[in-house]
């Protein structure tokens, strides 16, 4: 089965700096995705950015970007110029045909 | 754009009580899911469906049922509630294909006591 891990369960950032979740996943598919949610104190879960494995590109969405490395398994999220609404709760997730897997999560603090 | 809607936003049960967890979608997504949260575990798949007529375990199904009659619908039977499956509970829907995002409800949170 596909696990995924994510090894900070708290992290802080001071406003307006960066910051770099990390996350670690296990399989033996060669076709799949990566997810990256936000959770914010609303519970809602908001999808922060996505990443094919056959993109050797970093998936970017404005202030989000991803350090993909398929070899090592790993998925980092990185937020630039942190904001007080960054704050929240964020899950990595890996989709393999049928399921989605969660690590347990990193909670984040944005320090102003 | 309704999305996924779970109801309700909140409840208690006693202990031995039964209740089912409404789930609907209107994006015609062929798969559903329900998870649930608990504090520093992240989320742990109870049921999927990937289809109308189709259900299948996840990772913690104990003491949990499931229907799917139609594409939209993905009810969660909770049958003699027990102190443990105090959480919060998440639906969600996507398409069948791996490049889609799930879609999720705002969750319910439910306590036993």
């Known amino acids: 089965a596909q696990t995924v891990t994510q090894s900070q369960p708290e992290m802080s950032v001071q406003e307006a700096e960066t910051v770099t979740l990390s996350c670690t996943y296990d399989t033996s598919e060669s076709d799949y995705y990566l997810f990256w949610y936000k959770q914010p104190p609303s519970r809602q879960m908001i999808l922060v950015i996505r990443?094919?494995?056959?993109?050797?590109q970093n998936a970017t969405e404005n202030r989000f970007s991803v350090n993909f490395q398929k070899a090592a398994k790993s998925f980092s999220l990185k937020i630039s110029d942190s904001q007080l609404g960054d704050a929240a709760m964020y899950f990595c997730a890996y989709r393999s045909a049928h399921q989605f897997y969660f690590g347990t999560g990193t909670s984040l603090t944005v320090i102003p | 754009n309704a999305g996924v809607t779970q109801t309700p936003k909140f409840r208690i049960l006693k202990i031995g009580q039964s209740m089912t967890l409404q789930c609907t979608q209107d994006?015609?997504?062929?798969?559903m899911y329900w998870y649930r949260q608990d504090p520093g575990m992240g989320l742990k798949l109870i049921y999927y469906s990937v289809g109308a007529g189709i259900t299948d375990k996840g990772e913690v199904p104990n003491g949990y049922n499931v229907s799917r009659s139609t594409t939209e619908d993905f009810p969660l039977r909770l049958e003699l509630a027990a102190p443990s499956q105090t959480s919060v509970y998440f639906c969600?829907?996507?398409?069948?294909?791996?490049?889609?995002?799930?879609?999720f409800g705002q969750g319910t949170r439910l306590t036993v006591v």
């Open positions: 990443q094919e494995a056959y993109k050797q």
């Open positions: 994006m015609n997504h062929n798969y």
């Open positions: 969600a829907s996507s398409y069948g294909t791996v490049n889609t995002e799930a879609f």
